[in-house]
T-cell receptor, first 114, second 113 residues
Framework: GENVEQHPSTLSVQEGDSAVIKCTYSDSASNYFPWYKQELGKRPQLIIDIRSNVGEKKDQRIAVTLNKTAKHFSLHITETQPEDSAVYFCAASWTSGNTGKLIFGQGTTLQVKP | NAGVTQTPKFRVLKTGQSMTLLCAQDMNHEYMYWYRQDPGMGLRLIHYSVGEGTTAKGEVPDGYNVSRLKKQNFLLGLESAAPSQTSVYFC????????????FGPGTRLLVL
């Protein structure tokens, strides 16, 4: 079945450094790849997404890259700040299934040290 | 506009008891989902619905049932709770598969003793 692997499970960086989280997916039909951020005790919220016809997307300090051939995508956070500390989830979906189902990775706990 | 709401926020059950979790959305979304979140396992899809009156199984449907009698509500039932169902349950909704941002509710924390 569909599977999304996410690495690393935990990541600790100094404030101002960059953070990179990587995900691989198994279903080549996947064509939509969102990233969600979940602060402690809160609900997951979408921070950025990318579709399969785009290789890279940027929104201020966050960017996502997609390599369809290798079936992996990554989240890049530059100039990290303490408020970036949270759990980040990648996910994959495919619109042809007409269900909107998302398959999530296991999550990465990012800690930004001041 | 409340978005996605969930009732209750927290519940403690004894093994074998039953309960229903309610998810409500006021965004007129067609698609609704129930996930469970366990440490180190991400969000796993339990059941989902692509419209009023429809339901389908997700990755981990065993021990749960769902109903979508009204477009705005999606109910998750546990007929006979087990300790393995201790988890945080999130409901989510989206307008369509082509605008796939899923909006999550605040979650329900369930403890089964």
């Amino acid at each position: 079945g569909e599977n999304v692997e996410q690495h690393p499970s935990t990541l600790s960086v100094q404030e101002g450094d960059s953070a990179v989280i990587k995900c691989t997916y198994s279903d080549s039909a996947s064509n939509y790849f969102p990233w969600y951020k979940q602060e402690l005790g809160k609900r997951p919220q979408l921070i950025i997404d990318i579709r399969s016809n785009v290789g890279e997307k940027k929104d201020q300090r966050i960017a996502v890259t997609l390599n369809k051939t290798a079936k992996h995508f990554s989240l890049h956070i530059t100039e990290t700040q303490p408020e970036d500390s949270a759990v980040y989830f990648c996910a994959a979906s495919w619109t042809s299934g007409n269900t909107g189902k998302l398959i999530f990775g296991q999550g990465t706990t990012l800690q930004v040290k001041p | 506009n409340a978005g996605v709401t969930q009732t209750p926020k927290f519940r403690v059950l004894k093994t074998g008891q039953s309960m229903t979790l309610l998810c409500a959305q006021d965004m007129n979304h067609e698609y609704m989902y129930w996930y469970r979140q366990d440490p180190g396992m991400g969000l796993r899809l339990i059941h989902y619905s692509v419209g009023e009156g429809t339901t389908a199984k997700g990755e981990v449907p065993d021990g749960y049932n769902v109903s979508r009698l009204k477009k705005q509500n999606f109910l998750l039932g546990l007929e006979s709770a087990a300790p393995s169902q201790t988890s945080v349950y999130f409901c989510a909704s989206t307008h369509s598969v082509y605008q796939e941002t899923q909006y999550f509710g605040p979650g329900t924390r369930l403890l089964v003793l």
